[in-house]
């Protein structure tokens, strides 16, 4: 299958800092990405829709400017947690959809997940 | 809204059974359906993808969908401890959205 790789994997920083996360996909290329938020036993959050060459679209009650999202080529895409705190602590995960088999397929292909802790 | 229900479990079987995994959706126009198995602290993996009546087998695990009845079901045959995971079902609403809807997944136990 194809591969998404997401990076760092785990990260701790302080409060009120931020900390960037970005998502590439190595074999194929993604117009579009998916970012999803995982609280411990809980279902994917889906958060936002990542569109390369243009802005993003938020799911009702995620803020914009606190988690923003850069769609800058068709194979990366990065979010970026805005002046963190420890309730933004999560499991945060980037999907791809392949450009040209992925339209007829829906198949999304997910990175290995970056863990935040803000202390 | 558009659905995706699954029973949370956890389904719990003993090694080499066959565990049975099931999920309904809401969007009735809905024509592409998947599983996604995710280990504890990982992200989720593709395992199969569906977009027919009837049955989809890939090795030891058979997708089975069924629009009219609108549940779609994942059979694993000859579980393992390995399998043990939660599986999440996904479905591609229709309206051209392309943002698949998951559901919570079911939590599946193998024990030795």
């Known amino acids: 299958g194809a591969v998404v790789s997401q990076h760092p994997s785990r990260v701790i920083c302080k409060s009120g800092t931020s900390v960037k996360i970005e998502c590439r996909s190595l074999?194929?290329?993604?117009?579009?990405m998916f970012w999803y938020r995982q609280f411990p036993k809980q279902s994917l959050m889906l958060m936002a829709t990542?569109?390369?060459?243009?802005?993003?679209?938020?799911e009702q009650g995620v803020e914009k400017d606190k988690f923003l999202i850069n769609h800058a080529s068709l194979t990366l895409s990065t979010l970026t947690v805005t002046s963190a705190h420890p309730e933004d602590s999560s499991f945060y995960i980037c999907?791809?959809?392949?450009?040209?088999?992925?339209?007829?397929?829906?198949?999304?292909?997910f990175g290995e997940g970056s863990r935040l802790t803000v202390l | 809204q558009k659905e995706v229900e699954q029973n949370s479990g956890p389904l719990s079987v003993p090694e080499g059974a066959i565990a049975s995994l099931n999920c309904t959706y809401s969007?009735?126009?809905?024509?592409?359906f998947f599983w996604y198995r995710q280990y504890s602290g990982k992200s989720p993996e593709l395992i199969m993808s569906?977009?027919?009546?009837g049955d989809k087998e890939d090795g030891r695990f058979t997708a089975q969908l069924n629009k009219a009845s609108q549940y779609v079901s994942l059979l694993i045959r000859d579980s393992q401890p390995s399998d043990s995971a939660t599986y999440l079902c996904?479905?591609?609403?229709?309206?051209?959205?392309?943002?698949?809807?998951f559901g919570r997944g079911t939590s599946l136990i193998v024990h030795p």
């Open positions: 990542s569109n390369e060459g243009s802005k993003a679209t938020y």
């Open positions: 996904a479905v591609l609403p229709s309206g051209g959205s392309y943002i698949p809807t």
């Open positions: 074999d194929f290329q993604a117009t579009t």
């Open positions: 999907s791809a959809r392949d450009r040209v088999a992925g339209e007829a397929t829906g198949e999304l292909f």
């Open positions: 569906i977009y027919s009546n």
């Open positions: 969007d009735r126009g809905s024509q592409s």
